[in-house]
Every structure is written in C-alpha cells, then in structure tokens.
C-alpha cells in the first residue's frame, strides 16, 4: 500500500534526526519510494519554540495502518521523543498523513491527518513529491496551500 509520513524535527541534530528517521523507517515491510527536500517552517500549535525542519516521504508498505503507526511511534521513542506537551518541541515526529485510500477515526488512528489540508508544512513537502495526488477531500494537491511559512532548505548534509 502507498502511504506518505510527514516528518518534523525541532531539538537537537535536526539533520540527524532526521536521516535516522528514514534510515529506521526503511526495511523488508516499508520501501521508502520518495523522499521531498527539507523545509524550515514555523512551529503550528504552541509559538514559543525554535524552527522545525519539516520532510515528507512515501513510502509502500504491506503493513496495515496501525502496524506501520506503531512502527512510527516506536522509532519516535528510539530517538528521544518526549511527549510532555501537546504540539510542543521534539526531536522527532513522524505523522501517518494518507494510507492509501483508508478513513479511520478511531480512537488510536484518524486517517487521512486531520490537519493535512491546514499545515503548509505538509502540503509543500508533499506537493514535491507527489504533485498529481488528489488529496481524501477530492481536491488537487495543487489546489491546497495551508497555513504558515515554509522555507525549502538550501542546506547540504
């Protein structure tokens, strides 16, 4: 199945972080297909933090959603990810954005994202990537901007 991950980093090695997302992420059951450039963007919820450095990948996968945001959530804790504060900073966050074409709201899962059409900072990465996805709501990547500032990086690491 085709998923796409966002990816964000705030503290620490943001570069690391990262690289050693994917790095993890990448396996027999997850084949990372693509992967966006990095953008510096400003945080979304709680302002006062330092800047994100935001990524988006696709990945295949025969893992179902729960499985792969259970990988996810394992390699968040693996590097470091505290969760003392709702949209606060940290080393690393890794989002399950769309899982092919699953809706779930359940109590664990809600796909696609919820907030996937308001954060630029998903949308950019991912319109790099993939710009022919229509997104669950029907509409053109394209057509969707979302809120907040975003700044492809022109950093090498």
């Avoid at 705030?10 to 450039?37: C, F, H, T, W």
């Avoid at 450095?53 to 259970?70: A, D, F, K, R």
């Avoid at 996810?72 to 954005?97: A, S, Y």
């Amino acid at each position: 199945m085709r998923a796409f991950l966002g990816l964000g980093s705030n503290l620490g090695d943001r570069a690391y972080y990262l690289g050693a997302a994917i790095s993890a992420l990448a396996g027999p059951m997850i084949k990372v297909e693509a992967a966006s450039q990095i953008y510096e963007t400003e945080p979304w919820g709680l302002m006062d933090q330092p800047l994100y450095w935001n990524q988006v990948i696709e990945v295949e996968t025969s893992l179902e959603p729960l499985e792969l945001l259970h990988v996810c959530q394992e390699i968040e804790n693996r590097l470091g990810r505290e969760r003392k504060v709702h949209w606060g900073p940290r080393t690393i966050d890794i989002d399950l954005l769309i899982y092919d074409n699953v809706v779930d709201n359940s109590e664990e899962l809600n796909l696609p994202h919820p907030y996937l059409e308001e954060r630029a900072f998903v949308l950019a990465p991912l319109r790099e990537i993939a710009p022919e996805l229509v997104l669950p709501s029907g509409r053109s990547i394209t057509e969707v901007s979302g809120e907040g500032k975003v700044h492809p990086l022109t950093w090498e690491g």
